[in-house]
């Protein structure tokens, strides 16, 4: 499934604009957050407690919804 192709560039962010392209045109990768998968994956016995999966996911929800 293709999906984004176009991020805005805030003056600082092409780096992370590309590396959010390239991680979420990756199918198996993109279908499991835009499937809430990660949501049973998430280790929330770490400091983070899995803040940066859930932040990905909601950006691709946003993204390509």
Not at 8 to 14: A, D, I, R, S
Not at 34 to 59: D, R, V
């Amino acid at each position: 499934m293709r999906r984004l192709v176009g991020m805005q560039n805030l003056g600082n962010t092409c780096f992370i604009n590309t590396c959010v392209q390239c991680l979420s045109n990756l199918d198996p990768f993109g279908d499991f957050f835009l499937a809430n998968q990660h949501i049973f994956q998430l280790n929330k016995h770490s400091s983070m407690k899995g803040t940066l999966a859930l932040s990905f996911g909601e950006l691709l929800h946003k993204v390509c919804h």
